[in-house]
């Protein structure tokens, strides 16, 4: 009760109004400092963000190369506070997408693309000219620049090269005591070693797919030369080769032996002892792969060993407001360090020359042999695209089907 009573007598009207007015005033300076600060704040931000620049970006890629692709367009925007990247990440039916982009005038700045689709954008005149940029093309392979110009003209900076080489299981050679794959070995040494490591149906010599990449390296080591024609006599020879793996030979599956199983899982099965693909299936089978396995150049030929190569890079969108900014990016993009950061999965073959060589490439993982990547690109030529190229391959599969399945 005395405790009430001396707060009543502490605190008197006249002293509580005061009190009042004092913690307005207060309140009110603290609100002048706060707006204050923030209209600071705002007034500058809004300074730098007429200096900043968006570039859209588009790509491809799985979840392993975005893991590798965002991290570099952060360090892109730090080094180039001014640059703000909006990326683009479209995994799924990528060029119908792009394809809409461009029709619809609203086609990214930069877009990464593949050598069988440029021609496409190239010829549209929908793609900036880089011939007469700076982009150190000499510390590219040739012809990986070869592979992304048209006309006589580049358009796009290369990040990797694409070509076939036989992935095969040492152990299964092992077990059935067969040599493994020689350089320089043709096509009988090739075909007796299939034979020898088929005993179907459990297992079988060489894989067999249907789409026009696989068969294009016998075909082109047979001598083709130019766009593929199934009625040309040396395409025949090629395409004859190739079917008789499966259906004289049966050295390869066929389908209803490899049944809903693609050739790289009956690869990893112990199925197949040789299996012909890219690069691209070297993190899988590092990670997957139960047994022993390497690499060896595809066989010869009566033209020699030779296979397609195809590459990916960045172009730039000719219609772009900010084509120096998009030219930084590119340049960053396509660095010897950053192309090494792309190797070190081991998913690309870099088309930059120091990148390829470094220990990031031949890094002593899985395959021991990854130097094989490297020196079949002076045999291999690139791949003969053109403005049709997807009727071409269309036209070719739709005729091989009956040949395929004889």
Sequence with gaps: MRFFTSLRMTYKPKNLIKIIIMLKKIILFICLLIFGAGSFYLLKNTDNNKNVVTLQFASWGSESEIKILKPILSEFEKENPNIKVDFMHIPQNYFQKIQLLFASNTSPDVVFMNNQYLPIYANAGVLEDLTNIDFDYDKFYKKSIETLSWNGKIYGVPRDISNLVIFYNKDLFKKYNVKFPQNGWNFEDFLMTAKKLTHNPKEFGISFDEE???YMPYMMS?????????????????????????NKYHVAPRREESASATM???FLQGRLAMHLSGRWLVPKYRQEAKFDWDIAEFPKGSAGSVTPMDASGWVISKSSKHKNEAIKLVKFLSSEKNLEKFAQSGLIVPARIEASNSANFLDGKKPKHSKIFLTIIETSKPTPVCVNYRKVLDDLKAKTEYMFAE
């Design 212 to 214: 026009p990449l696989y």
């Design 222 to 246: 047979e001598g083709l030369v130019g766009i593929p024609n199934f009625d040309d006599k040396i395409s025949q020879k090629g395409l004859r080769f190739y079917a008789d793996l499966r």
């Design 264 to 266: 790289a899982q009956m």
